[in-house]
């Protein structure tokens, strides 16, 4: 079954730094997603990602995030100065707009910031 | 987005039968009802999606009133593997209503040996 798949599994980095997560979303999918999930809450929408643009942002989604699918395959989050309150789980997910409309997540990146 | 609301936890037998209802009273004429499980430091699976009537597969039925103001994930003869964070979602889906698709708290649901 195809799946999204996301990297690095795990990252760590120091307060101030750029980080970029990766996600490769299931080849035929149209429409591209980040979520976050903080430790012990819900998860909660970043972004939305539709025809090389942002269809839609949640207020979390301010000027240091950014997104971008730079060669058709790829799908990157961009966090380009992280606070602590950035440490949480990443998810990218994607869905095909015509039939099949569920949405598939990834397994995330879980973002450590100290 | 339809808003809905689930129990926020449940707990169950092994080999049991367990029903999670959600009540989505706003649901739109376009929304489909979707489930995801979500086990510790994982995304969000797939279960069941559902319009009206009733719906299974191999791993769950759902069971959705003529009114469709609620709905009935069912989880035949749960394991303890079935331990996990259960969200129902209501949505426009062919609109895009997806594209800011909201989690609740979901039902944590805790199976028992």
């Known amino acids: 079954e195809p799946e999204v798949t996301q990297t690095p599994s795990h990252q760590v980095t120091q307060m101030g730094q750029e980080v970029i997560l990766r996600c490769v979303p299931i080849s035929n999918h149209l429409y591209f997603y980040w979520y976050r999930q903080i430790l012990g809450q819900k998860v909660e929408f970043l972004v939305s990602?539709?025809?090389?643009?942002?269809?839609?942002k949640s207020e979390i989604f301010d000027d240091q995030f950014s997104v971008e699918r730079p060669d058709g395959s790829n799908f990157t989050l961009k966090i380009r100065s992280t606070k602590l309150e950035d440490s949480a789980m990443y998810f990218c997910a994607s869905r095909r707009t015509e039939t099949g409309n569920t949405i598939y997540f990834g397994e995330g990146s879980w973002l450590t910031v100290v | 987005l339809a808003k809905t609301t689930q129990p926020i936890s449940m707990d169950s037998y092994e080999g049991q039968e367990v029903n999670i209802t959600c009540s989505h009273n706003n649901i739109a004429t376009n929304d489909y009802i979707t489930w995801y499980q979500q086990f510790p430091s994982q995304g969000p699976r797939f279960i069941i999606q559902?319009?009206?009537t009733k719906v299974t597969n191999e791993v769950a039925s759902l069971f959705i009133p003529a009114d469709r103001k609620s709905s009935t994930l069912s989880l035949p003869r749960v394991s303890l593997s079935d331990t996990a964070v259960y969200y129902c979602l209501v949505g426009d889906l062919n609109s895009g209503g997806y594209q800011k698709v909201t989690f609740g708290t979901g039902t944590k649901l805790q199976v028992i040996p």
């Open positions: 559902g319009y009206k």
């Open positions: 990602f539709y025809n090389n643009e942002i269809s839609e």
